[in-house]
């Protein structure tokens, strides 16, 4: 089992509707959560950051995390084209060490 | 503020060929770190630089190596290249290290081509 997994796309919504993406851990000493956007050619940059449970609000981004059943998920509302990169989903330790889901290809359709 | 640069940009190497990358963070940050980017691995942690010292490390073969001088500046050196080596390397820096909420800045990245 990989320590972060992310759902493994392609994903593909139409311009305008949610898109949901999601990413789970296996170390529940885990203290730190991100979310990246890579566009095709480029190096991450970074979306969200979220620590505590519940859910943490950034303008078109939500990211949510429940630390209990080790799963933390983006929602991009009102999808545009320009939204379509790989995002990639990061938990960092009590370590600072940090582990890198797969990523998730989201292409929005106009 | 400048943000994290690499040098050089792209890299064509042949194997058994060694290689030096650098990574200059932005400026104040004092913890650099190391990843490899494959389309089949993904990213993947190389290692952690802080204070010219290396506090993380991933599971690389010792043909990976790494230090970073006193200024923050970074250099990643590999030995004895692979074919499998050719990747995307990212260095990424943030304000100090240990701290696990801190969030990283990547560079632009050196692709290296291993023929």
């Known amino acids: 089992q990989k320590e972060v997994e992310q759902n493994s796309g392609p994903l593909s919504v139409p311009e305008g509707a949610i898109a949901s993406l999601n990413c789970t851990y296996s170390?529940?000493?885990?203290?730190?959560f991100f979310w990246y956007r890579q566009y095709s050619g480029k190096s991450p940059e970074l979306i969200m950051s979220?620590?505590?449970?519940g859910d943490k609000e950034d303008g078109r981004f939500t990211a949510q995390l429940n630390k209990a059943s080790q799963y933390v998920s983006l929602l991009i509302r009102d999808s545009q084209p320009s939204d379509s990169a790989t995002y990639l989903c990061?938990?960092?330790?009590?370590?600072?060490?940090?582990?890198f889901g797969d990523g998730t290809t989201l292409t929005v359709k106009p | 503020k400048a943000g994290v640069t690499q040098t050089p940009r792209y890299l064509i190497k042949t194997r058994g060929q060694q290689v030096t990358l650098s990574c200059s963070p932005i400026?104040?940050?004092?913890?650099v770190s190391w990843y490899q980017q494959t389309p089949g691995q993904g990213l993947q942690f190389l290692f952690e630089?802080?204070?010219?010292?290396?506090?993380n490390k991933g599971n690389f073969p010792g043909r990976f190596s790494g230090r970073q001088f006193s200024n923050s500046r970074s250099e990643m050196n590999v030995s004895t290249l692979e074919l499998g080596d050719s990747a995307l390397y990212l260095c990424?820096?943030?304000?100090?290290?240990?701290?696990?909420?801190?969030?990283?800045?990547f560079g632009p990245g050196t692709r290296l081509l291993v023929l």
């Open positions: 990424a820096s943030s304000p100090t290290s240990g701290g696990s909420w801190e969030t990283q800045y």
């Open positions: 170390d529940r000493g885990s203290q730190s």
């Open positions: 979220i620590y505590s449970n």
């Open positions: 990061a938990v960092n330790t009590n370590a600072g060490k940090s582990t």
């Open positions: 400026s104040g940050h004092r913890s």
């Open positions: 630089y802080f204070s010219e010292t290396q506090r």
